[in-house]
């Protein structure tokens, strides 16, 4: 790459950033949270048409991506250094950085069933551990680790390999969090491994789960989760 080819690299990316309506998207997408266009457009008061213009722009220059979940499209920061850049930017405005509030009902935002696995709060950060403990590797479908299966599998987890048309696996977004929580087989198979120890409990009337007494203790125990 020659030096012109990074000016005209760098004053396409500042192009980008430096409109107002682009700009307060990125400041909005700083919660590391995933949005549709719909909900952007809302959030910094334009057209949808004008919002997916925008999103456009800002997916040429790498700044976001889309994730694509069921019907829906959601946009997201493309990268950890694209946020540590923007990091450095806001913080130098000295302004408060800008929410946009959830509509998910209280009582299921904490816990609750995403079809036959866990989703919420809860389940985004059993995720991000899981991680965080080298047990679960990957991008889009997830490795279990030998050291994963071995500890799953202590807790009566069913690491075993998924039917053929379901992934063992993956990343599901999550409807309150707009984060991702764990899918697929292994999802399913953790949230009955909890259910079956009495440390997640299904109410009757929602799609809301109670972590028990023993439940939180038990994942503090494992997964340091609260600590």
């Given amino acids: 790459m020659h030096d012109n080819d990074i000016e005209i690299r760098l004053a396409a990316l500042t192009a980008a950033i430096a409109d107002r309506t682009r700009a307060r998207m990125l400041c909005l997408l700083m919660d590391g949270r995933a ?3 719909t909900e952007l457009s809302a959030a910094v008061d334009v057209a949808a048409s004008t919002a ?7 997916q040429e220059q790498q700044l976001v991506s ?3 979940q069921g019907r829906y499209r959601f946009y997201r920061l493309a990268s950890q250094p694209v946020a540590e850049v923007l990091e450095t930017l806001m913080a130098l405005t000295g302004v408060e950085r800008p929410t946009v509030k959830s509509t998910t ?3 299921l935002r904490f816990a609750r069933t995403c079809y036959d696995h866990m989703a919420g709060e809860l389940a985004v950060l ?3 551990r899981l991680f965080e403990l080298a ?4 991008d889009n479908d997830y490795q279990l680790s030998n050291q994963g299966q071995l500890a799953l599998a202590q807790l009566g987890v069913n690491c075993s390999p998924a039917p053929s048309r379901r992934r063992f696996a993956c990343g599901c977004l999550d409807w309150s969090e707009r984060k991702a929580h764990l899918g697929g087989a292994l999802g399913a198979a953790l949230l ?3 259910e079956k120890r009495g440390w997640l409990q299904r109410q009757l009337d929602s799609r809301a789960l109670q972590l028990t007494a023993a439940g939180k203790k038990a994942l503090n125990t494992h997964f340091a989760l609260f600590v």
Avoid: M
């Fill in 35 to 37: 949005y549709t266009a």
């Fill in 52 to 58: 997916s213009s925008h999103l456009a722009r800002l």
């Fill in 66 to 68: 889309c994730v694509k």
């Fill in 105 to 107: 009902p209280i009582s």
């Fill in 126 to 128: 059993l995720h991000n």
């Fill in 135 to 138: 047990w679960l590797t990957g």
């Fill in 192 to 194: 009955a491994a909890f």
